[in-house]
């Protein structure tokens, strides 16, 4: 059983996906930091210091075949995941840009009325962008920004942590091309920020320093990337993990 499970995660496309990351870190180590920087590659944000505490940058292109099939669950997923990365570090999203690169210009406009779903929920602005009209593959990617007190970092985690899973099980199940979890439609942007808000209670109040937003690696994929990052290992038990019916 514990064998068949490895193997499936090892060979899960969530994770596969990400393998790639390591020619960037590769090539890019050089550049990664010219005095102000925190946390450069490898965590849900880049980190800078400012006078204030911290910023906060950080970038997801949407799955194609969610872009390609679902555009403006594309376009509301594109400002999630972004917001999620912020939070997931303690710290507040201040604003976002776009690329998004079709031919089409209906499928232009529903990723742009999604995305203005996704800023309503979670109330950051999208305040600029760019479009490529003549690309050859329909695409989507987000940029945001956010600021931080206090930081919860993937590479934090120490000998003797507990890991906690933090989930929202009021909701349901998601977009029909990947499958995911929703846990905001039908919720107030009140409702959906007060909960948010507690990653950055957590983090100004030290009751925790690690964190790892759940992320296309699925969670153990995610907990198996915060590990790495830490350099520690984990028991966890499985049974214990919360799941939704409807998945």
Known sequence: ?????????????????KSNIKIAI?????????????????DDAAVLRSNEGYLL????????????EEPYAAGKASVMVNVNDIYAMGGRPLAMVNVIASRNTEKI???LKGIVKGCEKFRVPMVGGHIHPDAQEDSLVVSIVGT???????????PGDKLIFAVDLDGRAGCKT???WDSTSGKTS????????????IAENGLCEAAKDVSMGGILGTIGMLLESSGQGADIFLDDIPKPDEL
Do not use: H, W, Y
Request: contains cysteine; proline residues 1%; charged residues 30%.
């Open 1 to 17: 059983m514990l064998k068949k499970l490895i193997e499936e995660i090892r060979n899960f496309e969530g994770i596969k996906r």
């Open 57 to 68: 940058f950080s970038v997801d292109g949407v799955l194609p075949a969610l872009v390609r």
């Open 148 to 158: 931080a007190k206090n930081l919860l970092l993937s590479s934090n985690a120490k």
């Open 109 to 111: 406009s529903e990723i």
């Open 190 to 201: 009140e409702t959906v920020l007060e909960r948010l808000e507690i990653f950055c209670d």
């Open 178 to 180: 990947v499958k995911s």
């Open 26 to 42: 590769d090539i890019l180590k050089n550049v990664q930091n010219f005095g102000k920087v925190v946390v450069g590659i490898g």
